[in-house]
T-cell receptor, first 115, second 109 residues
């Protein structure tokens, strides 16, 4: 069964450092998403990506964040100058389409700990 | 603003039935999803409703009333593995997913 894969599963970084979270979406999917979930809180939308550009982004997704699809398979989230409050689970998701009939499939997440 | 309300926590007994309610106020509506999330894991899809009524899938059923901005997830024959958070998620008119905070369901033997 096809699945979204994320690496690493856990990343520890020092405050102020840059991190890159990697995702391999399901191969025939066209829409890609990043979400984050701070421990004990709700899932928060960060950004959606289609046709090699950002289609939507939330208020959380400021200049500290960027996304890229460097090749045909990977979808990355870069967080610059990390802060303690960036510690969270980061989930990547992909879907065939963006309308209400499609389901987003989630990766298992990357737990980012900023120390 | 956009808002989704669901109980923070519920407790039920193994083998019993539990109903988790969700009410929403969003900018338009393009469907409501229920996701299950075990602690430390990714959300997994349970159900999708876009028309009023009940959708049944095995032990789980989901109901929607668009006029009332209301949905529920019904879990029957509860098993210990059903202990998880259940997330009510609404897709708004811009096809954006608005996530509820989740209901933590605790199953007791």
């Amino acid at each position: 069964e096809p699945e979204v894969t994320q690496t690493p599963s856990h990343q520890v970084t020092q405050m102020g450092q840059e991190v890159i979270l990697r995702c391999v979406p399901i191969s025939n999917h066209l829409y890609f998403y990043w979400y984050r979930q701070i421990l004990g809180q709700k899932v928060e939308f960060l950004v959606s990506f289609y046709n090699n550009e950002i289609s939507e982004k939330s208020e959380i997704f400021d200049d500290q964040f960027s996304v890229e699809r460097p090749d045909g398979s990977n979808f990355t989230l870069k967080i610059r100058s990390t802060k303690l409050e960036d510690s969270a689970m980061y989930f990547c998701a992909s879907s065939e389409g963006s309308d209400s009939r499609t389901e987003a499939f989630f990766g298992q997440g990357t737990r980012l700990t900023v120390v | 603003g956009q808002n989704i309300d669901q109980p923070t926590e519920m407790t039920a007994t193994e083998g019993a039935i539990v109903q988790i309610n969700c009410t929403y106020q969003t900018s338009g509506f393009n469907g409501l999803f229920w996701y299950q999330q075990h602690a430390g894991e990714a959300p997994t899809f349970l159900s999708y409703n876009v028309l009023d009524g009940l959708e049944e899938k095995g032990r789980f059923s989901s109901f929607l009333s668009r006029s009332k901005g209301y949905s529920y997830l019904l879990l029957k024959e509860l098993q210990m593995k059903d202990s998880a958070s259940y997330l009510c998620v609404v897709m708004d008119s811009n096809y954006q997913l608005i996530w509820g905070a989740g209901t933590k369901l605790i199953i007791k033997p």
